[in-house]
């Protein structure tokens, strides 16, 4: 069974840091892309960043370039989300999700239950 | 960056509707477009894939149709645990961004 378990999440002053992570169990890891998607409260969904299987590319929403890094580690299993400069309006429910494929240009065809990450001074 | 416009934003409708729900793109991203259902509280879940394929595990009453531009999600006969909010999504390319959502309420 696939599983994709978040973590990392909590609260954080403007201009703090947070690093989330993304435990994947139940399926080869280093197959797939990953992502992670944001959701505000009572708000839609918008994607925030994605990487391909090896690692070597990735991209960014523009909201969040320059700021946000996403990396992978496949000997363990794991995607994260390092996010620095962090301001109020990304607070957020965090998820991760894995596309179908070995980039993240795929649909999301799994997704874990989130992370919250609220930005407050 | 392409945008994504669903409508409406919200409908309300009763057991037993057909309803659909449509999603426009700025430009032309052929037949990446996803359909994703979310319910309170919970992660979104793939419903329709590459504008008109059904996930596996999912009630063959929603399709999915378009190309180009102009997309849809229809549900043929609403059934009471299809009250959720529906995204689309497009995967045309990066940045991937999805539609405002539509929100599917009872009548």
């Known amino acids: 069974e696939v599983q994709l378990v978040e973590s990392g999440g909590g609260a954080v002053r403007p201009g703090g840091s947070l690093r989330l992570s993304c435990a994947a169990s139940?399926?080869?890891?280093?197959?797939?892309?990953m992502n992670w998607v944001r959701q505000a409260p009572g708000k839609g969904l918008e994607w925030v960043s994605g990487i391909k299987w090896n690692g070597d590319r990735a991209d960014y929403a523009d909201s969040v370039k320059g700021r946000f890094t996403i990396s992978r580690d496949n000997s363990k299993n794991s995607l994260y989300l390092q996010m620095n400069s962090l301001r109020a309006e990304d607070t957020a429910l965090y998820y991760c999700?894995?596309?179908?494929?070995?980039?993240?240009?795929?649909?999301?065809?799994?997704w874990g239950q989130g992370t919250r990450v609220t930005v407050s001074s | 960056d392409i945008q994504m416009t669903q409508s409406p934003s919200s409908l309300s409708a009763s057991a037993g509707d057909r309803v659909t729900i449509t999603c426009r793109a700025s430009q032309s991203i052929s037949g990446y477009l996803n359909w994703y259902q979310q319910k309170p509280g919970k992660a979104p879940n793939l419903l329709i894939y590459a504008s008109s394929s059904l996930q596996s595990g999912v009630s063959s009453r929603f399709s999915g149709s378009g190309s180009g531009t102009d997309f849809a999600l229809t549900i043929s006969s609403l059934q009471p645990e299809d009250f959720a909010t529906y995204f689309c999504?497009?995967?045309?390319?990066?940045?991937?961004?999805f539609g405002g959502g539509t929100k599917v309420e009872i009548e």
């Open positions: 999700a894995r596309s179908h494929s070995s980039g993240w240009l795929d649909y999301f065809d799994y």
């Open positions: 139940g399926f080869t890891f280093d197959d797939y892309g």
């Open positions: 999504q497009q995967t045309y390319s990066s940045p991937l961004t």
